[in-house]
């Protein structure tokens, strides 16, 4: 049995800078706690990738963060939540693990008036029919229509938000979800709210933006504090930065971001 301290870190990973949207949620709601996070930039993207692959890369990302003791393991990463939960879960033991999925769909049903909710994601994500079974779960009427958009996560990566291209490709993958009529879009990539700007822009102020990554920060308060494993002074490392490869590049974009100075950030290998 792993002896789970309110002073361990939260244990994030994600294929790249996307989870990096989750971590900017948990340090604005949870700023107390220590965060070590694995971004696997040597093998992003993980979205257009088979099921086998992504189980694999899924164990070893889990691997890697357990080498770290973390009191929780935070799955920021829709397409892992989606097709290999439970790789990581077997791993993790008794550590607590929470993926994207269960968060945004449960978000997308509280706030869709009319329940005709929009899914964009990776194309494992979507193939995986994970939010459709998770939205339908919750309630059975709802109508889900979802859309692959596997050019955002290199857009996402490339630093290239605001670019007029993620405009023009954003409106080409949206259209269809918006003449369905939906009032609410659930960015199922953690990659996608880096993309806001142009999403927001796309679908109008008539469509809700639900973000799984704001959703899953108020879960993980939930979990840590049923299990008393809150911490309560500030850490000495707030945040620990780990990537499989070009660790400048992802820190330039991380700071950009994340909008503050990081420290160095670590190589590791996986
Ligand atoms: N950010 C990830 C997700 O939420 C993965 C994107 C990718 O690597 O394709 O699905």
């Known amino acids: 049995m792993t002896k789970l301290t309110a002073a361990s870190p939260i244990g994030i990973f994600d294929s790249g800078v996307g989870g990096l949207t989750v971590v900017r949620q948990i340090r604005a709601l949870l700023p107390n706690e220590p965060l070590v996070y694995f971004g696997d930039t040597a093998r992003v993207p993980y979205g257009t990738k088979s099921q086998p692959t992504i189980r694999k890369y899924a164990a070893d990302d889990a691997r890697l963060l357990l ?11 829709n397409t892992v939540s989606a097709l290999a939960l439970d790789v990581v879960k077997e791993l993790a033991d008794d550590i607590p693990v929470l ?44 109508f889900v229509f979802s859309k692959a958009c596997p050019l955002f996560v290199p857009l996402a990566e490339e630093g290239l938000a605001a670019h007029d291209a993620t405009k023009l490709i954003a409106k080409e993958y949206l259209t269809e979800l918006l003449e369905a009529n939906i009032d609410a879009l659930v960015l199922g990539c953690t990659h996608y709210p880096i993309l806001r700007g ?33 911490n309560s002074s500030m850490p000495c490392v707030p945040l620990k930065l780990l990537v499989s490869d070009v660790p400048q590049r992802f820190k330039s974009i991380a700071e950009v971001f994340l909008g503050v100075e990081l420290p160095d950030i670590e190589l590791v290998e996986v």
């Open 198 to 230: 142009a999403i927001r822009e796309t679908v109008g102020n008539s469509v809700t933006i639900i973000d799984s990554a704001e959703a899953i920060a108020r879960d993980i308060k939930s979990t840590l504090t049923e299990k008393s494993l809150l």
């Open 99 to 142: 993926g994207v999925i269960a968060a945004g769909a449960r978000l997308a049903v509280e706030q869709s008036k009319i329940k005709r909710i929009g899914v964009i994601g990776t194309s494992a994500t979507v193939n995986s029919g994970a939010y459709q079974s998770e939205i339908h779960r919750i309630e059975k009427n709802a």
């Open 67 to 77: 080498k770290y003791d973390p009191k929780l393991i935070v799955v920021a990463c």
